[in-house]
């Protein structure tokens, strides 16, 4: 469980949230989604504890125990400490900073990633799947996973999200993601919160979404509804609804059609740019 | 016997509202009720088929636990889940999995434009029952 309560942060004099809340209990996988510069890394670095908010609080379940930033493992572009070490290097490194006594390497060796090869020589999708690597290592309880598996090749990306599965499967395992792109990861979000200017403008669990935002096919805009976004074609418009109500078919004209997680943000996402 | 090189025929609808887990479920069940998938078989672990098909492992526990739920399925502890085929179960299950899967195809059809009646024939087509000149002639492109 992470609990984030009444949390304000900014950089500088730039604000990103004021008295900001929201709890993932343990074990959901969450995807956090919104426009560029939302703040979605922002409010990541600070369940990571890379950044301390200015006011408020983030708690984490007991059982992360004293320090809990020890079992979150945050996934991100953040190995530079290692840049100039050998892959062999910077595993004995990690392992005695964190006193263990074995490292299950199997990630590393799946990807061809050679013992003897310096970090800064591997490339950003190797660098990430041996973060991840020596994250999994500490076994952690927490995995909060920042955009940074969208730079990584169709392989890697897939080798990335198998092992989120496999770890899904084994235990209990909260996950965080944020991502603009989900065409791989849509069945495995269990939780989409969605943010506008600092504060969370949809929150809602995959199955609500997907029956309560359609795409509606026709001349006139639907009154009764509130429409996110529409596109115009000549003859007619797809109007981007949300809520939709399934007691409202029938009342509706035109042809109503449900739509996929990436369409659904873009619905979203649209309005705003709109 | 090995277990069921499944699951080919299990494809998620990522635009459908009907959930993933619904999804997978259905067609389990029509694995089972075809006989495709033979009694007895022993299904993919919870963990094969959530990499199978890369959807969250709770997913599949709810789809395992429901279909074990209403008989399709049983479990042997530690070893795993394997297809029952209780004749019972059979004969009433089928009937509601039949109007689910023939009301998902009908509105599927209608969203694509198609008349009842097209519909019907195509059915008809495709099923050898018949009709005269169901065959070809409303396959797709009068549709705009």
């Not at chain 1, 995995?143 to 940074?148: A, G, K, Q, R, Y």
């Not at chain 2, 959807?55 to 739920?69: A, D, R």
């Not at chain 2, 099923?127 to 065959?135: D, E, H, K, L």
Request: hydrophobic letters at 40%.
């Amino acid at each position: 469980m992470i609990e984030i309560r009444g949390v304000s942060f900014s950089y500088g004099k730039t604000g990103v949230f004021r008295d900001f809340s929201l709890s993932i209990p343990e074990g959901q996988v969450c995807l956090v989604t919104g426009i560029n510069g939302v703040g979605k890394s922002t409010l990541l670095r600070l369940m990571a504890g890379v950044l301390r908010p200015d006011k408020g609080k983030i708690r984490y379940d007991p059982k992360l125990g004293a320090d809990p930033r020890r079992k979150i493992g945050f996934v991100s572009d953040a190995l530079s400490l290692y840049e100039s070490l050998t892959i062999a290097e910077a595993i004995g490194f990690h392992k005695s900073v964190y006193g263990l006594s074995s490292f299950d390497d199997s990630l590393v060796q799946h990807t061809k990633i050679g013992c003897r090869q310096k970090v800064r020589e591997l490339s950003i999708g190797q660098r990430t799947i041996f973060h991840l690597n020596l994250i999994l290592s500490l076994e952690p309880a927490v995995l909060l996973v920042d955009e940074i598996i969208h730079s990584i090749d169709a392989y890697l990306r897939k080798v990335f999200l198998e092992q989120i599965v496999q770890l899904l499967s084994k235990r209990r395992l909260t996950v965080v993601m944020v991502n603009v792109n989900f065409h791989d990861i849509e069945h495995l979000i269990e939780r989409v919160i969605l943010l506008k200017s600092g504060e969370i403008a949809v929150d809602e669990n995959i199955e609500d979404l997907k029956s309560k935002v359609k795409k509606i096919v026709a001349r006139n805009r639907p009154d009764s509804l509130n429409v996110l976004s529409q596109i115009d074609y000549s003859e007619h418009s797809e109007f981007f609804v949300y809520p939709f109500d399934n007691r409202l078919r029938g009342t509706i004209e035109g042809d109503i059609f449900d739509l996929n997680l990436t369409e659904i943000v873009s619905a979203f996402i649209g309005g705003e740019y709109a | 016997m090995g277990k069921l090189e499944e699951p080919r025929q299990i494809r998620i609808d990522a635009k459908s509202a009907v959930p993933a887990y619904e999804q997978i479920k259905r067609a389990i069940k029509l694995a089972i009720l075809s006989g495709r998938w033979e009694n007895g078989k022993q299904l993919m672990t919870l963990r094969e088929m959530a990499l199978k098909l890369m959807v969250n492992p709770n997913t599949i526990i709810k789809v395992y636990g429901q279909l074990e739920n209403e008989g399709f399925i049983y479990s042997r502890p530690g070893a795993g889940y394997y297809v029952k085929l209780d004749p019972a179960k059979f004969s009433k299950g089928s009937p509601e999995l039949f109007r689910e899967v023939t009301e998902d195809y009908i509105s599927k059809a209608l969203q694509l434009g198609y008349s009842a009646e097209q519909i019907l024939r195509e059915v008809a087509a495709l099923t050898n029952i018949g009709i005269p000149s169901a065959r070809r002639k409303d396959h797709g492109n009068d549709r705009d």
